[in-house]
């Protein structure tokens, strides 16, 4: 039996019908989840701010970026680093996402104007950091918090022994909308039956608790297909007050994790507020046969883009309702 295990994580799952769950509305306490919000909003960031994907970011490209309505180009220098600087050029204001990089620096389309990362006077690029599957910026002006020389990052598997991909969606709320939503993790067989099952909140952290204590422990079974699932044991966690992060403690893809950060972009025409969802999931597996996923990594990685896409397709209209909601009381 440990030897099939071993080689097959996979089970029979026994699952009620749909509508037959046990309830969870009476675990799923609003103060609960709101005191784990404002412990997570009081922690610090450093003022630093997820932008996407480290693939994304290629040699030879800028990439256009925003972050509470501060317009940002992303491009790597000669050396592969990245650097962050304002999305206008200091001339007359030409779009720098469209300059071409050449040999590390930004050429400007409009009129040729050459910049790096050491800036020139009007325009002061930004400190960034690239942690092998994120990129990040500092933006202290809009941060509001005492600055740290690199973002908080979690634990995660080593790269070498592991496969991540990362999904971006844009959903209109803002970001304690989209942590709440995480810090509920009562939902997941109710909202989210095609991927979960047996659902059980095995701990939750008290109205006031230690940061040891500030977790939720799961247990679940993910479901692969028609009657088939992986049962495992998670926890959910924030490092920081934009991020949370799912940590698989054991099961198959002990290590594993899928990190939620939440970046704010500003409002849209119509005042209301957007927020970029970027969830790295980076998983890992003492199986034998995970060497083979891992050479498989470039045709795996759109499949968990989708699955991961699909979750937030549903938690998206949660955060969305969560925020219509807090914004349309009375004050």
Known sequence: MA?????????????????????????????????????????????W?????????????????????????????????PHVGPGACPHLGAPLCDAAVTEGRLL????????DGAGRPGWRPWPAHDDGVLIWVRLDEIGGQDSLPAPVLTTRPPAESSVSAVMTMIG?????????????????????????????VVSAPGLDCADAEDRFVVQVAYRVGGPLGVPVTAEFS????????????????????????????????????????????????DRPGFTV??????????????????????????AERRYTQRTSRPS
């Open 108 to 115: 400007c389309r409009w009129h040729g104007l050459s910049l």
């Open 49 to 81: 701010f997820v932008l996407g994907a480290s693939s994304e970011l290629r040699p030879g490209r800028a990439l256009g970026r925003g972050v509470a309505g501060i317009e940002l180009v992303v491009w790597r220098d000669s050396e592969g680093a």
């Open 3 to 47: 030897l099939t295990a071993r080689f097959n994580p996979l089970r029979l799952l026994r699952t009620p019908a749909w509508p037959d769950q046990a309830p969870t509305w009476a675990d799923a306490k609003p103060a609960v989840i709101d005191a784990a919000l404002r412990r997570a909003e009081a922690r610090p960031s450093g003022n």
């Open 172 to 200: 209109r709320c803002e970001p304690a909308d989209v942590v709440a939503n995480r810090l509920d993790p009562w939902h997941g067989s109710w909202f989210h039956p095609y991927s979960f099952a047996n659902l059980r």
């Open 293 to 318: 996923a891992r050479a498989l990594a470039p045709a795996l990685r759109p499949l968990m883009r989708r699955a991961a896409a699909r979750l937030w397709r549903d938690d998206l209209a949660y």
């Open 238 to 285: 924030c490092p920081e007050p934009r991020t949370v992060v799912m940590t698989i403690v054991d099961g198959d893809g002990a290590g594993s994790v899928v990190e939620t950060h939440a970046t704010p972009l500003g409002p849209g025409r119509d005042g209301i507020h957007r927020t970029a969802v970027v969830e790295a999931t980076v998983a890992h597996s």
